[in-house]
């Protein structure tokens, strides 16, 4: 059974970081793509990053770049998300996603997005709150 559990959410400061785990567990770790996803109150799951190999960052919001960035221990079956900067509208559940095909980018013409059904497995979430 494909598991996934987020941890290391909590409240942070503005302009303060925060590392957030996703441990993964019954699937080869390294055969699989590994997305982390964030719900705010009222808005639809929006990707941020993906990571299809220790060494891919596929960037999904333009709100990740420049502040979070994504890496993967396969030995540990575990994959982090390091969120820099952090702001007020970063307050969200985050959730990972995991499938066994390669991260897929879209692009509408106006942004960049990752279509939620293109992810088998997901974790229950962790809710990251930024305020002071």
């Known amino acids: 059974e494909v598991q996934l559990v987020e941890s290391g959410g909590g409240l942070v400061q503005p302009g303060g970081s925060l590392r957030l785990s996703c441990a993964a567990s019954?699937?080869?770790?390294?055969?699989?793509?590994v997305g982390w996803f964030r719900q705010a109150p009222g808005k639809e799951r929006e990707g941020l990053l993906c990571?299809?190999?220790?060494?891919?960052?596929?960037y999904i919001s333009k709100s990740a770049q420049g502040r979070f960035t994504i890496s993967r221990d396969n030995a540990k079956n575990t994959v982090y998300l390091q969120m820099n900067s952090l702001k007020p509208e970063d307050t969200a559940v985050y959730y990972c996603?995991?499938?066994?095909?390669?991260?897929?980018?879209?692009?509408?013409?106006?942004?960049?997005?990752?279509?939620?059904?293109?992810?088998?497995?997901w974790g229950q979430g962790t809710l990251v709150t930024v305020s002071s």
């Open positions: 996603a995991a499938d066994r095909r390669s991260c897929r980018v879209y692009y509408n013409g106006t942004h960049s997005y990752a279509k939620i059904t293109d992810f088998n497995s």
């Open positions: 019954g699937f080869i770790f390294d055969e699989y793509a």
């Open positions: 990571s299809s190999d220790r060494w891919t960052t596929e």
